[in-house]
């Protein structure tokens, strides 16, 4: 590997917060595009020039580097059941942003949770019969959205249309900037995909501007709606012991009642569905 580039004073506009915000390192991007990052002088966020590579980076469907993606999934499914309940969330109809494979909305509602995906760039085929294409205002009370936020391209609009869908609850990961340096592992420059990198404090000022708080807890960063259904999300810490993984395991496939319950209403669509192929072929 050569040697990061040294900053220069050179500076460009925030693409969150719109101040001056100046050159910290390069690195290659895609193993061939020497790319600028910048650090804001105002919110203090990390971010890469304006990224023009985004077609070639998605061009490669798969998980390739993201061999963490199964895991995360499951990981975020044990510790965000207990979570959702703690915070009192039951029956409300729960989205989740950026979903990939769908692997999370279905065990989530295997666990009896109203989960349904939403992913511009991948069809969630663990829980298709229950995404969504179009996001409209207040369907939603909660959104989770995982490993999501870093791939804005322009965070200021991406952010703000999330955070303007009306949920009482919106729980996520990002790994926050606190000036890492170039190696830092989260930046992933060869495959292009993480071009912005909030600080906690950019993340606060931009939810409080949508009426919410931010919360770090164990597991999850969490904006919630200051008087809202779950305003106190996140103020006191949630137990995951691991008698309760087990559980909520011994819990899926036939020996859930939700399961069965989708079980049902997929044959049922499916069956439609197969129908109409036939009629219409
Ligand atoms: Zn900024």
């Given amino acids: ?16 917060c719109g101040a001056p915000a ?31 590579w985004l ?31 703690a915070y009192g969330v039951t029956g409300e109809r729960c989205l989740d942003f950026g979903s990939s494979s769908g692997l999370l909305a279905r065990l989530m509602r295997d666990s009896g949770f109203d989960f349904h995906c939403y992913d511009p760039y991948e069809t969630p085929r663990y829980a298709d019969y229950f995404t969504v294409d179009t996001l409209e205002p207040n369907a939603f009370s909660v959104i989770t959205a995982f490993e999501v936020f870093e791939h804005f391209a ?34 992933i420059p060869c495959s292009g995909q993480h071009v912005f990198f909030y600080t906690e404090r950019a993340l ?8 919410y708080r931010l919360r770090k807890t164990q597991a999850f960063l969490v904006f919630a709606r200051t008087g809202g259904a779950f305003a106190d999300a996140g103020l006191h810490p949630v137990e995951i012991p691991a008698a309760a993984t087990s559980a909520l395991i011994s819990k899926t496939c036939w020996n859930s009642p939700s399961t069965n ?21």
Avoid at 262 to 274: K, Q, T
């Fill in 1 to 16: 590997m050569t040697a990061p580039a040294a900053a220069t004073n050179a500076v460009s506009p925030c693409r969150l």
């Fill in 22 to 52: 100046r050159h910290v390192f390069n690195r290659l991007i895609l193993e061939r595009n020497d790319t600028a990052y910048w650090e804001c002088t105002a919110c203090g966020s990390l971010q890469t020039s304006p990224p023009h």
């Fill in 55 to 85: 077609a070639e980076s998605y061009a490669f469907r798969g998980v390739h580097i993201d061999v963490e993606q199964a895991a995360r999934g499951v990981r975020n499914w044990v510790c965000l059941v207990p979570y959702l309940r």
């Fill in 154 to 187: 322009d965070p200021a609009t991406e952010l703000a249309r999330v955070l303007s869908l009306g949920a009482d609850l919106i729980v996520f990961t990002t790994q926050p900037y606190a000036g890492q340096g170039p190696d830092w592992h989260y930046l």
């Fill in 204 to 211: 606060a000022q931009v939810g409080e501007r949508f009426g």
């Fill in 261 to 281: 319950r989708d079980a049902e209403e997929v044959r049922d669509r499916f069956i439609a569905r197969l129908r109409e192929a036939r009629r219409d072929g």
